[in-house]
């Protein structure tokens, strides 16, 4: 029902910066929040950051002043600009998009995620 296509993954030195976006499509509702979560092998998936549509973010503590999340609400659209990396930040990053349905309640949406990795 819901897509998302995540980009901008890569290879970048500690100290480096990417920009991850990610595109949803699909029966997309008005009130929604997206974030970005991510993944290290053998890890569990633990929040980076989220975004609702009224523009009020929640970053995990180990990025704040580093990571920073925003959203464009009519392209649904959502991005993560990550600066001063770090090797334990090299994880796959996944997209993830919550709404509620009256026919179906909450519901998450992930995409399939992109690779980040932090090496010199």
């Known amino acids: 029902q819901v897509q998302l296509v995540e980009s901008g993954g890569g290879l970048v030195q500690p100290g480096g910066s990417l920009r991850l976006s990610c595109a949803a499509s699909?029966?997309?509702?008005?009130?929604?929040?997206m974030g970005w979560y991510r993944q290290a092998p053998g890890k569990e998936r633990t929040l980076v950051a989220t975004?609702?549509?009224?523009?009020?973010?929640n970053y995990a503590d180990s990025v704040k002043g580093r990571f920073t999340i925003s959203r464009d609400n009519a392209k649904n659209t959502v991005n993560l600009q990550m600066n001063s990396l770090k090797p334990e930040d090299a994880a796959v990053y996944f997209c993830?998009?919550?709404?509620?349905?009256?026919?179906?309640?909450?519901?998450?949406?992930w995409g399939q995620g992109t690779q980040v990795t932090v090496s010199s």
């Open positions: 993830n998009l919550n709404q509620f349905s009256a026919w179906r309640g909450n519901n998450d949406y």
């Open positions: 975004i609702t549509s009224g523009g009020s973010t």
């Open positions: 699909g029966s997309i509702f008005t009130t929604n929040t």
